[in-house]
């Protein structure tokens, strides 16, 4: 199962996949150099730790770019990894769950989740990351050591938002459309009404 592919920009072709699958393949030979996780060295290249999920069940969810060159690799169940190509030095954040137990969780940068499942890099140069579990989470590069946190009162958010005129936030979720003003913190939800015919014709929100 492959849910990531990303170039960055020095032209490195990224894969992730199931299992310990973060790979960069060289498009001239159809290789892959697989970057696997090693706990003994959990800061070298590679995916946050692995689960011992069944395969299928575990996947790298986001690889990408932000606009000062790091590498973020988000996981369904274990968090994000940030890889610096300069000192090729691994961060990571949010909670690390070996099966069913937290075995580790990161949060004093604020990432309070195991899941991770969107990442968008805006030109004001701010990081959005989306999770399963219905929380936005909002980086700004400069306060690295500080992942603030917007939640969302739908429980079943999902990958799909929008900012407009830089408070007021469009979340597509599994239970309608969600509008949220950043400033008073106020939100209003759209849902389909099967009586209303000018009404959203479907609750599961997919693109924005």
Same mark, same amino acid.
């Given at each position: 199962k492959v849910r990531a592919i990303y170039e960055d920009r020095e032209g490195n072709f +990224?894969?992730?996949s199931t299992g310990d699958g973060l790979q960069i393949m060289d498009r001239k030979t159809g290789k892959f150099t697989h970057y696997y996780y090693d706990p003994a060295q959990p800061?070298?290249?590679s995916r946050p730790p692995v689960n011992e999920f069944p395969m299928g069940l575990d996947h790298i969810t986001f690889i990408n770019q932000d606009q *000062?060159?790091?590498i973020w690799i988000g996981t369904i169940f274990n968090g994000i990894n940030r890889y610096d190509p300069v000192t090729k030095k691994v961060t990571h954040f949010g909670i690390d769950?070996?099966?069913s137990k937290i075995a580790s969780a990161d &949060?004093?940068?604020g990432f309070h989740d195991p899941s991770s499942w969107r990442f968008f890099s805006s030109r004001d140069n701010l990081l959005w990351v989306s999770t399963m &579990?219905?929380?936005l989470y909002n980086v700004n590069l400069q306060k690295k050591s500080s992942i603030p946190y917007e939640p969302i009162n739908q429980p079943e958010a999902n990958s799909f938002?929008? *900012? &407009?005129?830089k408070n007021i936030? +469009?979340?597509g979720t599994f239970k309608g459309l969600v509008k949220k003003d950043l400033n008073t913190q106020t939100e209003k939800v759209w849902t389909h009404d099967p009586l209303t015919g000018n009404s959203l014709c479907n609750d599961s929100i997919s693109s924005i």
């Open positions: +990224w894969v992730g800061d070298k290249l *000062e060159g790091f769950i070996r099966g &949060t004093s940068a &579990t219905g929380n938002f929008y *900012e &407009t005129n936030l +469009w979340i």
